[in-house]
């Protein structure tokens, strides 16, 4: 493919390709620095970068494709219908999902279902803390927000956008939480598929995004498939901070 004579349907493929070698090499970017300065930097100096880089690019596009910037964001996407706003927000939510499941079934396809879910379960583990610490810098948590901001937190997970979920019997000190739908077993079901088995990933992801949450809290699952689980939720798992380190 030669750049100077492509077409304009091969000039917009290629516009898209430089935009997912640039998330690429972003991610890249954030790995060699966590690796070097660990998580909770790396997330302060991402933030710096991310406000430029964003800002940068917003007003680069706008340019290009016409559209008015008000406080950073595209004056047009301002102006739509709350309805709509918060549609766009789920479908970037469920394209995220949509992202992690092609990836699983990349690897499943070409190495098989073992290999995909160790890769899986790794992934979790990296992506988990990220997010929460994500969450927890954009709310202004304190350092130790207990149960409470714990809560907060989970409701603020793209998986709170993507699926329904409920919390029960919270104390200062507990909570249960439960996924009510779940997006990726509810498909399953539908096609008639058993549950597939995310207890192992299960138990990072929520064991490390509670704990960059609050280095308190200590995780145990309820049920996750393969588990048995009653009809009204696919997963169930407690929280909770020991009386001891309450204070």
Known sequence: MDEKNLNKK??????????QRTMVHYAMWYAQVRDKFGLERASEIMDQAWQKSSALQMKRLS?????????GLPKVLLKMPEEKIDALREAVAVNWLANDGVWFQAVEFSEGMFPAKDCNDAAWGEFSPYEALRIKRMLEMEEFPGIKGLKRAMEMRLYGTVNTQSFANETETSIEFYMNECRVQSARKRKGLDDY???SGGIIEYTTFAQTIDSRIKTEVISCPPDKHPDEWYCGWRFWIEESNKG
């Open 10 to 19: 091969e000039k917009l493929a290629l516009s898209l390709e430089f935009m």
């Open 63 to 71: 340019k290009v494709l016409d559209f008015e910037l008000e406080d």
């Open 197 to 199: 088995p995310c207890k």
